[in-house]
């Protein structure tokens, strides 16, 4: 009997020393950032959408696909219908089989999905010294932390600490669990022009680029926030008109 009850309490603390953060190779906790969709009232800025999605096409599409959005999902940024049809038909997609079996080359349609960068996950592996760039339609959502997470990483590249030795290829980002990240830092200030003439900082293609992916994440989001909202409002008129009730009802009572 206390063989079992010591045999469980060393399986009770190696689990619950294998939960701990492991020391030094365990990445940093991201700094807060302020989000206009944050909070109970946030919403999207729809200019920040429109240049983070510019950041997105002009930079990241380079490597990263975005799966679960089509051309026409890019409406609710503000674009027009014409804009969303321009924006399709730069892209050269696959589609078929045709009547003679073959599958042929077309322009993009706003109901295509955004167009991958790679055929297949070999074909992304191979041209990324062997790593896998993730798609980002969910990213903001996979990670702890996500629009923090993501900001700090695309932000935060320095030269790695003497203690530090890189394996080949490898970049050093103390955000990144374990310090390396096979993805190059991929914003160098000016990497895209703004129709808007905002400047076209790091920091500023970071944090709108962080936005459309969290829109990317989560499109309901402000409808849900707006519902929450309506629902308190609502429970807070009804508590009111009840008390109301409540003393009318039991007014003669004595
Ligand atoms: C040249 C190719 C390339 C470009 C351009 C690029 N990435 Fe990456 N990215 C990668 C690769 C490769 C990985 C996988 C890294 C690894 O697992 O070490 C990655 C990983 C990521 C991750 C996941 C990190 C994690 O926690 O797993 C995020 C988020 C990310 N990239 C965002 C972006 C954003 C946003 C942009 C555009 C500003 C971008 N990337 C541009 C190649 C690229």
Request: aromatic residues 10%; contains cysteine.
């Amino acid at each position: 009997m206390r063989k079992i009850v010591l045999t469980a309490l060393a399986v009770a603390a190696a689990c619950f020393a294998g939960s701990l953060p492991a020391s030094s190779s365990e990445a940093i906790k991201p700094p807060s950032q302020s989000w206009g969709f944050g909070g109970i009232f946030g919403t999207f800025d729809r200019a920040a959408l429109q240049r983070g999605f510019h950041v997105y096409k002009d930079v990241c599409a380079a490597c990263h696909s975005m799966n679960l959005l089509a051309y026409r999902n890019l409406r609710a940024l503000g674009f027009s219908e014409d804009e969303v049809k321009g924006i399709a038909a730069e892209y050269e997609v696959t589609d078929g089989p045709n009547d003679e079996g073959n599958m042929f080359q077309r322009a993009g349609r706003p109901s295509d999905r955004f167009k991958a960068p790679f055929a297949n996950e070999k074909a992304a592996r191979a041209a990324n010294n062997g790593a896998f760039p993730p798609d980002l339609s969910l990213m903001i959502k996979a990670r702890p932390s996500g629009a923090n997470y993501v900001h700090a990483l695309l932000t935060g590249y320095e030269p790695p600490p003497p203690s530090v030795k890189l394996m080949e290829g490898m970049n050093y980002n103390k955000f990144f669990p374990g310090g390396q990240i096979a993805m190059a830092p991929p914003l160098n200030a000016d990497a895209v022009t703004f129709g808007d003439g905002t400047p076209a900082t790091v920091a500023q293609m970071s944090k709108d680029v962080v936005t459309f992916l969290a829109w990317a994440a989560e499109p309901e989001l402000e409808v849900r926030k707006q519902m929450g909202v309506k629902v308190i409002l609502f429970l807070i008129v009804l508590t009111i008109m009840l008390y109301a009730a409540k003393r009318r009802t039991w007014a003669g009572v004595h």
